[in-house]
T-cell receptor
Framework: GAGVSQSPSNKVTEKGKDVELRCDPI?????LYWYRQSLGQGLEFLIY????????KSGLPSDRFSAERTGGSVSTLTIQRTQQEDSAVYLC?????????????FGEGSWLTVV | SQQGEEDPQALSIQEGENATMNCSYK?????LQWYRQNSGRGLVHLIL?????REKHSGRLRVTLDTSKKSSSLLITASRAADTASYFC??????????????FGKGTKLSVIP
């Protein structure tokens, strides 16, 4: 696609349920990032994938959070046993680490509400 | 942890005035980027300034970078109501093991009054 695509756009889930958020990066981009943004706050880094390298998981807040990137393209962020404090916008971004530039492109985000 | 810290947190100006937002950071960087966000959704890239550059322009935007002070500023000239948004700086730095971190500040919420 032309841009970073995320789904679902909005998700309301009950506390304790698992959720999966999907990100489809720009074709050919080797780097993929997940961020979380609580209402009125800045972006909190969660995880970073670069090519076939081991992902940088240093930002994941707990072991309830995990992410994978299959075939170097689509990524899924999974939150198990959701809690109310998990409510936030989850933003995915991708970029090409080649010489053409370092601009990062964001999707529109997935707004998660845990009730 | 937040690398970039924007200042002020909120800014309200009249249409036509200039808006200046500042960003400070703590560690060495490859480059610094400014983004705009409308209504809490996706961020849009505005401008990138590399660590060996001191000033960059793009339309009504002017960005400066002072690596000795670890600070950057974003100037929007002749502001318009449509510039109302949140603005974030992000520092791009190598964090080891092939990982390039893009770390965001908490943003400046700009309101341009018509």
């Amino acid at each position: 696609g032309a841009g970073v695509s995320q789904s679902p756009s909005n998700k309301v889930t009950e506390k304790g349920k698992d959720v999966e958020l999907r990100c489809d990066p720009i074709s050919g981009h080797t780097a993929l990032y997940w961020y979380r943004q609580s209402l009125g706050q800045g972006l909190e880094f969660l995880i970073y994938f670069q090519g076939n390298s081991a992902p940088d998981k240093s930002g994941l807040p707990s072991d309830r959070f995990s992410a994978e990137r299959t075939g170097g393209s689509v990524s899924t962020l999974t939150i198990q046993r959701t809690q109310q404090e998990d409510s936030a916008v989850y933003l995915c971004a991708s970029r090409n680490r080649g010489p053409s530039g370092n601009t990062i492109y964001f999707g529109e985000g997935s707004w998660l509400t845990v009730v | 942890s937040q690398q970039g810290e924007e200042d002020p947190q909120a800014l309200s100006i009249q249409e036509g005035e200039n808006a200046t937002m500042n960003c400070s950071y703590k560690t060495s960087i490859n480059n610094l980027q400014w983004y705009r966000q409308n209504s809490g959704r996706g961020l849009v890239h505005l401008i990138l300034i590399r660590s060996n550059e001191r000033e960059k322009h793009s339309g009504r935007l002017r960005v400066t970078l002072d690596t000795s002070k670890k600070s950057s500023s974003l100037l929007i000239t002749a502001s318009r109501a449509a510039d109302t948004a949140s603005y974030f700086c992000a520092t791009d730095s190598y964090s080891g093991a092939g990982s390039y971190q893009l770390t965001f500040g908490k943003g400046t919420k700009l309101s341009v009054i018509p």
